[in-house]
């Protein structure tokens, strides 16, 4: 059930739906090019595995955005825990609005359906990455309620860090 503001809607996907897994991937493929996903097409064993992976992986879910039948957006959510409070927390992994649709109130109407859902979960909280560079970005998701994450200012904000494996 899609659900409407203005002609955009928004839905959480269904990974068995073929359209919704062709959504997810033309939507993955835009935001792999683009320069803050990394600039290259999405590899060939996410356009044959991911939409199946996601769909087996617990927890996972995603947000897709429409305007009209045209996907627009894409939010991919993984299900963690806060051990502070004792519940789930959604982290928003992928936020993906089409170079065409930016600027017109996609990213926040995608980040109300996914704490909607959170919500649904019992979860306390989303959270989020972004690139500091990306500053588009950073004023959608500050206009959708997020900020920097620190537990107490005086220690700083917390750094998202990595170590491949």
Known sequence: MRETATELTTLIADYRNPDHAADILQLMDEYSRDPFGGGEPLSDLCRRELVDRLADFPGAFSAL???EETPVGLVNCFTGFSTFACR???NIHDVVVSAGA???????EMLDRVAREAKARGCCKLTL???EKNRPAQTAYRRSGFKPYALDEEFGQAEFWQRYL
């Open 65 to 67: 955005a429409y305007r």
């Open 88 to 90: 789930p927390l959604i």
């Open 102 to 108: 930016r600027g017109s109130g996609v990213c926040t």
């Open 129 to 131: 990455e972004v690139l």
